[in-house]
């Protein structure tokens, strides 16, 4: 069994008290953690079954971060999530004081300058990613942000980092899942105190189901996908698996080190076996059949991946990381994937 040093800190043992309390169950099986990379996160410490519940939520501990009766042409920003997680949480005395056990645990903005997503980049980090989609993405939250900050009284620093906790800590639900093309078929943002401990993992072990969601009184549960042993981490897949490196980095800021999105079965084409499709590939074959789309990278894959071997750091590692994935996604030399690093030369493969 995989030792873990165990998270026993004040914070997270009132955030527990506050969730059981309050109806929900934090686990018997499980412990906050520190995990990869000194990462806080959950491990599992005695075997769970498939499809045992391992913790469990009341929607009452949730917090909304929109009103979905609300009439709006377009779906809120996170930004406009991220105003009224502010006046709605931590504005309202009421409620701060009935969430400061979830709030105490949620990472300072101190903490956040030292791992953060690509907003809190600097001009020149933001150029070294050369990728246009994500550069975008980082553009257009500054542009929500600073369009916010002067309708709301909050600066566009504290604005940023509401932002990066809505975006970085809170669910997608679809409230009527029944009919797929229906225009009434509305979801909420959340966020779900302790659930959110939980870290993305691409061949995740665990996943959130909520029990009676048509009633006011439903239930938010993390269940088990398979049996897990003591001392693995449990995990979620961020986005219900549709998720590429693209949407992982520029939403929560790490680039995970599996494969984003790999369909579940190889798919038999004209009697082969087809290699399964992953979100990264999918991400990029749809980049480069959008008109006027060009490679954008100023360095081959090789060199980036030299420059890792030779010890980069910190951010500059992390945007070469992301380089190298969506490098080998789009084509290029294979074998990269897994972080194996194995650079065998494949046709074709290019700045
Ligand atoms: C919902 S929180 C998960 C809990 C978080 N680790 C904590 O200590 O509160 C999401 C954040 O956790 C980190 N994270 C989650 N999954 C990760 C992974 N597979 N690799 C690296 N960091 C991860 C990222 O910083 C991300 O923004």
Redesign the pocket.
């Given at each position: 069994m995989a030792t873990h040093d165990f998270d026993s800190t004040d914070g997270i043992k009132f955030l527990k008290d506050f969730v059981n309390k309050n109806g929900g169950n934090t686990g018997e099986k499980c412990e906050v953690a520190r995990v990869n990379g000194g990462?806080?996160?959950i491990v599992c410490t005695h075997p769970l079954k498939k499809d045992e519940i391992i913790m469990s939520l009341p929607s009452s501990l949730a917090l909304s971060l929109w009103d979905p009766s609300t009439k709006s042409e377009t779906p809120p920003t996170a930004t406009d999530c991220a105003v009224n997680f502010k006046e709605w949480y931590l504005d309202d005395e009421n409620r701060l004081n009935t969430f400061a056990p979830y709030i105490g645990i949620l990472?300072t903005p101190s903490e956040v300058e030292l791992?953060v997503t690509p907003d809190y980049y600097s001009e020149n980090e933001i150029k070294m990613l050369e990728f246009p989609k994500i550069i975008e993405s980082i553009n257009q939250r500054n542009r929500d942000i600073e369009k916010s900050s002067t309708t709301t009284k909050l600066s566009p620093s504290d604005l940023k980092y509401y932002t990066y906790l809505v975006t970085?800590?809170s669910f997608n639900i679809r409230l009527s899942a029944d009919d797929k093309d229906s225009d009434n078929v509305k979801g909420v943002r959340i966020m779900l105190p302790f659930l959110?401990?939980?870290?993305?993992?691409g061949k995740s072990n665990a996943e959130l189901d909520i029990l009676n969601p048509e009633k006011d009184d439903s239930t938010f549960v993390i269940r088990a996908k398979r049996p897990i042993q003591p001392g693995k981490e449990i995990s979620l897949t961020y986005g219900s698996g549709g998720f590429s490196s693209v949407d992982l980095f520029s939403s929560?800021?790490?680039v995970?080190s599996g494969v984003e999105g790999r369909d579940e079965k190889n798919v038999k084409v004209g009697g082969r076996k087809r290699r399964p499709v992953t979100a990264d590939e999918r991400t990029m074959a749809k980049l480069e059949t959008e008109e006027g789309y060009v490679s954008p990278w100023s360095t081959t894959l090789e060199e980036d991946v030299e420059r890792i071997k030779e010890g980069a750091e910190g951010r500059e590692r992390k945007i070469l990381e992301f380089r190298a994935k969506m490098k080998v996604a789009g084509g290029w030399p294979v074998g990269v994937m897994d972080g194996k690093m194995d650079l065998k030369k494949k046709e074709g493969g290019g700045k």
């Open positions: 990462i806080r996160g990472p791992d970085s800590r959110d401990l939980l870290n993305h993992g929560y800021g790490f995970p």
